[in-house]
């Protein structure tokens, strides 16, 4: 399919022997997969939407034997398609024609978590003989552990393994209960922490990554500051799975906040979303961790596809589920929706700035509706947040906003965008996508990390349409140029958007990928087709 689709031709690599497979199941036994069954799920994306041919997937447990299957492929001129969770969005995680899939799933153990110093340091800021912060004489400085871990490692489980020891991972995405970190780093996962934690360009210190000849670069280093020489690992840090194979992960881990709130609030439009968003970063200051929105299409789809429930629509009547706000309960839900989080280390003090951020929003008309919802289990017996009805399961508002991406597959085809862009225009993409698209598409809806300023912009169908694909592409890369935004702010290129990164990257700055893939992978095995365009 993809093949026809794309125009696509199978590069030379050479096809898979008798021999090949009988090298494989010598070096790695039981672990040398041909199944068709099994094969089956590793050759199909998420989305069900690319498909390749694979007949063998080989499950390594180790960084030498990721090394031999490397040096044997190389040797061999077979093709690899590296795989972790295969959550990826964008077509990257599995094999357009026959390639070798090369499984992370295996190399699932953590190496080693180290604290550092396992508690708070507290320290009084002076400047000039008085205090610098204000009120505030002392301030918390959170000291994060170093985490240590093969790269098939299941996100959720190593937040699991750390909120243990009083860690947390530094991203979190919807897809953690399966995707792996040695993906995440693979596709610079962004998510819904980055507001807060940054990117992980900043919080992995070091990698463990095998080359496409089978040599181990080991970066693997926990230092916080290593200048010596060019930051090689950075170069992985997105590659997608085509310029090594990452192994191992040395990544920086905060300590899991004290107090965790979140608030689900209703707007009148995008205006009203971009203005909250301003108030709140200047009244939340540090403790705001994310910043997410959704449109009403997209609550629809959550209702309609998952049976969730829209928190903040309500009747006055209905007491019993008084989730609703004193302000103006709405019958009909809002066309915007927020969803903010804070995160801090004194649940008085987090509460206190929530509570004056949503009484400003409310009275100045940014926000209509709203519900609160609480981690912490001893504010239950405390008053309402400024009259607003508490949640206490945090993870029923956050559910509204992180299964959007599984409510759109219920709902048909779906064409998927994922671009940065000034967040004034941010929702002008999904109004004008609307406008020409009219009734050739079934829904056209916008959600996203505004706090990040990236928009997913999703579309679906019936069933897949080249000529709905020719109406929305170029036109949404196009528009995103005009911009200056980024046609992939964090799903990556893949197989599906490597055509179009001319729109965010000048000629030189792909030339010079180029070159770092020629000289990296110099019979270019590892994910042919995939991030950088086909020469012509
Ligand atoms: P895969 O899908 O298996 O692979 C992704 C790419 O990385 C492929 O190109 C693959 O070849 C390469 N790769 C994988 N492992 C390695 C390795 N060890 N070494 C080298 N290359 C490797 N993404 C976001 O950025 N933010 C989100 O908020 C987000 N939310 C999501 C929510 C849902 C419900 C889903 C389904 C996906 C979401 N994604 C999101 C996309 C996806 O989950 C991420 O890109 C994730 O990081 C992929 O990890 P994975 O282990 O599944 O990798
Ligand atoms: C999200 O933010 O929900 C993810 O990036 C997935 C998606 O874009 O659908
Ligand atoms: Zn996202």
């Not at 085509?242 to 899991?256: E, F, H, M, N, R």
């Not at 200047?282 to 910043?291: K, P, R, W």
């Not at 020409?436 to 996203?448: D, T």
Request: proline share 4%; glycine share 10%; charged share 20%.
């Amino acid at each position: 399919l993809t093949c026809e689709r794309y125009g696509l031709r199978r590069l030379p690599f050479s096809r898979l022997s008798r021999d090949d497979v009988a090298f494989f199941q010598g070096l790695l036994p039981g672990r040398a997969c041909t199944d068709p069954e099994e094969l089956q799920a590793c050759n199909v994306d998420w989305l069900r939407s690319v498909r390749g041919c694979s007949e063998l997937l080989l499950k390594p447990k180790t960084a030498a034997e990721v090394s031999q299957v490397l040096r044997y492929c190389h040797e061999r001129n077979l093709a690899v398609s590296p795989q972790g969770g295969n959550t990826g969005l964008v077509g990257g995680s599995v094999p357009v024609f026959d390639e070798i899939i090369l499984s992370t799933a295996l190399m699932n153990q953590i190496v080693s978590f180290d604290p550092v110093s396992g508690k708070y340091h507290r320290h009084t800021v002076h400047r000039g003989g008085t205090f610098f912060w204000g009120i505030s004489l002392q301030q918390d400085v959170c000291v994060p552990g170093i985490l240590v871990c093969q790269a098939g490692c299941i996100l959720e489980q190593l937040n699991e393994y750390l909120e243990e020891r009083g860690f947390i991972m530094p991203l979190d995405l919807g897809a953690k209960g399966s995707c792996h970190i040695g993906g995440n780093v693979a596709t610079n996962a962004g998510g819904l922490r980055l507001l807060r934690y940054g990117s992980l360009r900043g919080t992995v210190l070091g990698l463990e990554v095998v080359l496409a000849d089978g040599t181990v670069l080991d970066c693997l280093a926990s230092l916080r500051k290593d200048n010596t020489g060019y930051d090689l690992k950075q170069l992985f840090i997105g590659s997608e799975g085509t310029l090594g194979v990452i192994t191992a992960i040395s990544i920086l881990c905060p300590q899991k906040p004290k107090a965790v709130n979140l608030a689900f609030l209703g707007c009148q439009d995008f205006s009203r979303v971009q203005e909250a968003f301003t108030t709140c970063r200047t009244m939340l200051g540090e403790i705001l961790s994310a910043y997410e929105f959704m449109d009403e299409k997209c609550m629809e789809l959550v209702e309609k596809h998952l049976g969730l429930s829209n928190p903040v629509r309500g009747t006055r009547a209905d007491n019993s589920q008084s989730i609703h706000l004193i302000y103006s309960p709405s019958l009909s839900g809002s066309p915007f929706y927020v969803l903010i989080e804070t995160s801090g280390s004194n649940s008085t003090h987090d509460e206190e700035k929530l509570n004056s951020f949503l009484e400003q929003a409310m009275t100045s008309g940014l926000v209509t509706d709203g519900t609160v919802a609480v981690d912490d289990k001893k504010i239950k017996a405390r008053t309402r947040l400024i009259g607003i009805p508490l949640i206490f399961v945090p993870q029923t508002l956050w559910s509204l906003r992180e299964r959007i991406t599984e409510a759109l597959t219920h709902d048909g085809c779906v064409y998927k965008y994922d671009v940065s862009l000034p967040v004034g225009k941010l929702y002008d993409l999904v109004t004008d996508m609307r406008a020409r698209l009219g009734q050739s598409a079934k829904n056209v809806v916008g959600y996203g990390h505004l706090g990040d300023g990236n928009l997913h912009l999703n579309i679906t169908a019936e069933s897949y349409s080249h000529s709905l694909l020719d109406a929305i592409e170029p036109f949404v890369y196009e528009w995103t140029a005009r911009y200056n935004g980024s046609i992939s702010a964090e799903h990556g290129l893949g197989f599906k958007k490597k055509q179009f990164i001319q729109y965010s990257k000048p000629n030189e700055a792909v030339f010079l990928m180029q070159r770092f893939k020629a000289m990296l992978d110099p019979k270019g095995i590892l994910n042919p087709y995939k991030t950088l365009p086909s020469s012509p």
